[in-house]
């Protein structure tokens, strides 16, 4: 196997409090310039649901760039691809609020009236 088809990929997750000067990191069996985000999607070792941003680096300042596209080749910066795998809160069940209404009185039955009458 030739390195350039072996390409290191280095992710940190901000709510695990991952040093990004430090970041973990996964390979893949791809040339760097063929990986997608559909490949990431795939391969991201870390089970659960993330929003990827990858470091994009334009005139030597960097940006974190969200890419959706699932064909769109991925930004390389100093040989190698950086993720920001930023865990997704999935919503909290709540159970539907039902508004209860005060029963109304119905109105007094003929024989009611009567009996209040005789009193």
Do not use: C
């Not at 069996?29 to 334009?58: E, R, S, V």
């Amino acid at each position: 196997m030739s390195n350039k088809n072996y390409t290191m990929i280095h992710y940190h997750i901000p709510q695990d409090l991952d040093d990004p000067e430090q970041p973990n990191a996964y390979t893949l069996q791809l040339n760097i310039k063929d990986i997608t985000y559909t490949d990431i999607l795939k391969t991201f070792p870390i089970k659960g649901q993330f929003d990827f941003k990858f470091l994009y680096q334009h005139q030597k300042e960097n940006f974190w760039l969200d890419i959706k596209s699932n064909a769109t080749p991925l930004p390389i910066v100093n040989k190698h691809i950086h993720i920001r795998a930023e865990r997704v809160q999935k919503p909290q069940e709540t159970q539907p609020i039902q508004i209860v209404q005060p029963l109304q009185q119905s109105q007094p039955t003929l024989q009611q009236q009567n009996d209040l009458m005789q009193f």
